[in-house]
């Protein structure tokens, strides 16, 4: 059985003051015990700060991003080191913003989720297909080769303490969501992949869906075997709205 998670990704939004606001406005009406677990990801600056606030709640806290080097000359970026020592248990992986704006490779995403799982981060691996990938039919060819990457350098056995989002590019920010069977058919997909090595971590693995989650869509695709929660970004950024998609998650099997 896997208890599903639901993962606010708030990207570069908010001020010290809204981080703030928001999270009160969380905790004000965040229920006592949720079904799923929930973690939320403020900007690097905030961390701290939210982690405060978030003391003893129902909510964890994770970073948007790590650097793959544990320590030394790398102007601008923060190891998993630093990210544990604010109070950080998540960090996102492979968001395809990275992977896309700043030319995260494969590789990189992969020394990233081992610099995380090295220092009891939780990473949550992001992979999924851009609009293009689909069209042609190859939408099983990128995330297989996106997961592999990640199989290979860390083993299966790093996904026991791991997190997996299939996120398709076409569906972020776009209010375009992957409909339930399109999210299940690449979450069983994955499943069956991570099971050709160990079907016991496969089992056991939570695999998130992202794209455009909103309170209005959230049941029907948590309802799906395969899904295990969501990874959720402009919708995050409002409490009312985050809460409904948190209670929209409820264990199943
Ligand atoms: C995301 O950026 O991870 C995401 C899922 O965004 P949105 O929910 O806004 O599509």
Redesign the pocket.
């Given at each position: 059985m896997r208890r599903p998670l639901v993962a606010g990704?708030w990207?570069m939004h908010g001020s010290r003051a809204e981080t703030a606001r928001l999270i009160e406005e969380l905790l004000a009406q965040a229920p006592a015990e949720p079904a799923a677990q929930s973690v939320i990801c403020p900007p690097f600056v905030y961390l701290h700060e939210a982690w405060r606030l978030l003391r003893d709640s129902i909510f964890s806290l994770g970073a948007q991003d790590v650097c793959a080097e544990s320590h030394g000359a790398f102007t601008g970026e923060i190891s998993a080191a630093m990210l544990k020592d604010v109070g950080c248990e998540y960090v996102i992986v492979g968001?395809?913003?990275r992977r896309l704006l700043y030319r995260e490779s494969d590789q990189l995403v992969a020394r990233k989720f081992a610099a995380a799982h090295a220092r009891g981060l939780v990473p949550i691996l992001?992979v999924g297909e851009q609009l293009a990938d689909r069209e042609a039919g190859r939408t099983s060819e990128v995330v297989t080769r996106q997961l592999d990457v990640v199989l290979e350098l860390c083993g299966a056995g790093a996904l026991e303490h791991g997190l997996i989002?299939y996120?398709p590019v076409w569906?972020?920010?776009?209010g375009r969501n992957a409909t339930p069977e399109q999210a299940q058919e690449v979450h069983a997909l994955l499943r069956a992949r991570i099971a050709s090595r160990d079907a016991r971590i496969a089992d056991a693995t939570r695999i998130l869906y992202?794209?455009?989650?909103k309170a209005g869509n959230a049941a029907e695709l948590f309802a799906m075997p395969d899904v295990d929660g969501g990874?959720?970004?402009?919708?995050?950024l409002k409490a009312d709205e985050f809460l409904s998609i948190l209670a929209a998650a409820r264990i199943s099997g």
């Amino acid at each position: 059985m896997r208890r599903p998670l639901v993962a606010g990704n708030w990207k570069m939004h908010g001020s010290r003051a809204e981080t703030a606001r928001l999270i009160e406005e969380l905790l004000a009406q965040a229920p006592a015990e949720p079904a799923a677990q929930s973690v939320i990801c403020p900007p690097f600056v905030y961390l701290h700060e939210a982690w405060r606030l978030l003391r003893d709640s129902i909510f964890s806290l994770g970073a948007q991003d790590v650097c793959a080097e544990s320590h030394g000359a790398f102007t601008g970026e923060i190891s998993a080191a630093m990210l544990k020592d604010v109070g950080c248990e998540y960090v996102i992986v492979g968001h395809s913003e990275r992977r896309l704006l700043y030319r995260e490779s494969d590789q990189l995403v992969a020394r990233k989720f081992a610099a995380a799982h090295a220092r009891g981060l939780v990473p949550i691996l992001c992979v999924g297909e851009q609009l293009a990938d689909r069209e042609a039919g190859r939408t099983s060819e990128v995330v297989t080769r996106q997961l592999d990457v990640v199989l290979e350098l860390c083993g299966a056995g790093a996904l026991e303490h791991g997190l997996i989002a299939y996120e398709p590019v076409w569906a972020i920010g776009t209010g375009r969501n992957a409909t339930p069977e399109q999210a299940q058919e690449v979450h069983a997909l994955l499943r069956a992949r991570i099971a050709s090595r160990d079907a016991r971590i496969a089992d056991a693995t939570r695999i998130l869906y992202g794209g455009s989650v909103k309170a209005g869509n959230a049941a029907e695709l948590f309802a799906m075997p395969d899904v295990d929660g969501g990874l959720i970004g402009g919708a995050s950024l409002k409490a009312d709205e985050f809460l409904s998609i948190l209670a929209a998650a409820r264990i199943s099997g």
